[in-house]
């Protein structure tokens, strides 16, 4: 065996095996959220007796489009027993070969008021691997979904009422202005504006006069 050959092989030898690093387990990220759980619930008990709500399940939104209620399950385990879990669709659905377009939101349902109450803790979590933080609430209202779909309604209302007023952003005629004035909630802002002695009026952020010669 000639000595090239020869230091190849103890070269080999000698080469060191690494394992690739996969990252923390799943069992490693539940035990995780468990102990940041009881953290934040000593500090709960610490500031004052434990409360409960008013009905045994809570909402969760900002989903990951993956997470199963599998996952959901177990989570949610950390503040409970969970007698059900249910992922939903803003079409009203459970069905995932019928989604539509939409949000996904899971209902909790505990055994326990007051567990309920202690699972709001876990708002801000990630379950699993996620990247997304679930948002937990008490009311399907604050779910954050929900309320950026009413923020999205109330600007789309303001935009098109803004819109409609600035075509009469100017003197008013006689005629225009009972157009204007058939409305209650129209007469009563301008009515108050009027109490103030303006001469101006604004509706919607577009000030205009009022005439009706």
């Known amino acids: ?4 050959t020869q230091e ?27 102990v940041s759980f009881q953290k934040k619930l000593a500090k709960a008990r610490a500031a004052g007796p434990a409360q409960r709500l008013a ?8 989903l990951d ?11 949610f385990t950390h503040a409970g027993a969970v007698r059900s879990v249910t ?6 659905t459970v069905d995932e070969r019928v989604r539509t377009e939409g949000y996904r939101y899971a209902m909790i349902v505990f055994r ?13 979590s990630r379950v699993g ?18 309320r950026a779909l009413a923020k999205a309604a109330v600007t789309a209302s303001r935009n098109s009422a803004a819109a409609s007023a600035s075509t009469d952003a100017k003197p008013l005629t006689a005629e225009k202005t009972k157009l204007w004035l058939h409305r209650p909630d129209i007469r009563n802002q301008l009515a108050l504006q009027a109490e103030k002695g303006k001469r101006v009026y604004e509706l919607h952020g577009v000030e205009f006069t009022l005439e009706t010669e």
């Open 1 to 4: 065996m000639d000595t090239q």
């Open 8 to 34: 190849r092989k103890e070269h080999k030898g000698k080469q060191r095996v690494v394992e690739p690093d996969t990252g923390p387990t799943p069992a490693d990220l539940l035990k995780a959220v468990g």
């Open 55 to 62: 009905e045994p399940w809570v909402a969760v939104g900002h």
């Open 65 to 75: 489009p993956e997470t199963t209620e599998t996952e959901l399950r177990a989570h």
């Open 87 to 92: 992922i939903r669709y803003s079409s009203g």
């Open 112 to 124: 326990d008021c007051g567990v309920a109450h202690d699972a709001l803790l876990l708002s801000g």
């Open 129 to 146: 691997a996620s990247t997304y933080r679930i948002a937990v609430v008490s009311t399907l209202a604050d779910l954050p979904e929900i």
